[in-house]
């Protein structure tokens, strides 16, 4: 059965194909959208990280939601910011495997658990899961590592990425982009929008928070890395359901150790390609940059198609 259903596959909703000029090029994304503005009272990404450090019962607003399912990314985001009240400082974050095992909706109450499976002297893991109407809905693991002296050092080069911000504006429009985009924003370098039977295998393009109003962090960047709509849609040329079923991701460059703080409103750069699909499932990887050129993640997802029922 799918598990957590996208919101980009519905016919009336979001990521249908529309007219090409609902897109268009900007340099920086910041273009004037007074007709999708957000009312004052919806809380941004840092509101909901306040709240999971400090309650385990939670609610999510409908403007971050896919449908009436949250934006995935936000769920992974709070059980991590759980986990890492535990971590202790000498602890970094190195991997998470998030499995969504059902919607978590919006509008619904649900709480956050988590707890330390095994704290060894180099290696730590935790686990945290969200529950609703009594069953699972997401469940994050995490490792933890201590920086340890080692011979081998490989670094990965800085990679030349262009102006950040520069690309083809996606826009929030109602109705039309899952609502929980109005949070962000996307610009595409290269690749194909949702449903246009795109000829290519990647999708490469700008992010970061539109509302944001704290530095960077792991659960921030974690939510980032999931905004993006799977890759494997571009090939569709009619909507069609889709679902991510696992997620896995490691921190190659711990955020502490880079030469300035990630700010708020930082751009990040997210290039994913489709590794193989076959029979209704796809295997996608990523790598997100910070704007200087330097690897921050690796992304990886195992998801399933349902275009032919």
């Not at 385990?56 to 939601?65: A, C, K, N, T």
């Not at 934006?71 to 709070?78: K, P, R, V």
């Not at 999931?226 to 569709?236: E, F, G, I, M, T």
């Not at 460059?253 to 209704?280: F, K, M, N, T, V």
Request: net charge negative; hydrophobic share 40%.
């Amino acid at each position: 059965m799918p598990i957590r259903p996208e919101f980009y596959a519905s016919n009336t909703g979001p990521w249908q194909n529309r007219p090409a000029a609902g897109y268009a090029h900007h340099d920086n994304v910041a273009a004037d959208q007074q007709d999708n503005e957000k009312p004052d009272h919806i809380m941004n990404f840092d509101d909901y990280l306040q709240q999971a450090l400090h309650n385990q019962e939670l609610s999510i607003d409908p403007s971050w939601g896919q449908g009436r399912t949250t934006f995935g990314g936000l769920s992974a985001a709070l059980l991590l910011a759980q986990v890492e009240q535990q971590a202790s400082a000498e602890q970094i974050l190195r991997s998470l495997s998030i499995s969504f095992c059902g919607p978590l909706q919006t509008g619904v109450p649900f709480t956050l658990q988590s707890q330390p499976r095994r704290v060894g002297k180099s290696v730590a893991l935790y686990q945290a899961e969200a529950i609703q109407n009594d069953e699972p809905v997401t469940l994050l693991n995490a490792c933890y590592g201590r920086e340890r002296v080692s011979a081998v050092e490989v670094a990965y080069p800085l990679q030349p990425l262009g102006k950040p911000g520069s690309g083809t504006a996606l826009p929030y429009i109602k109705g039309v982009t899952p609502e929980f985009t109005r949070h962000i924003d996307f610009t595409y370098v290269a690749g194909g929008l949702p449903f246009s039977g795109s000829a290519d295998n990647h999708l490469h393009g700008w992010m970061r928070f539109s509302d944001g109003s704290a530095p960077l962090t792991n659960a921030h960047l974690v939510a980032l890395i999931d905004a993006w709509p799977p890759v494997l849609l571009q090939k569709l040329r009619q909507p069609a359901p889709c679902a991510s079923i696992t997620w896995s991701v490691e921190l190659v460059s711990p955020l502490h150790l880079l030469a300035q703080p990630l700010a708020a409103d930082a751009w990040l750069w997210y290039e994913a390609e489709i590794r193989q699909a076959h029979h209704g499932y796809g295997h996608t990887e990523a790598r997100i940059f910070s704007a200087d050129g330097t690897l921050l993640a690796l992304s990886r997802q195992l998801v399933a198609v349902y275009d032919k029922r």
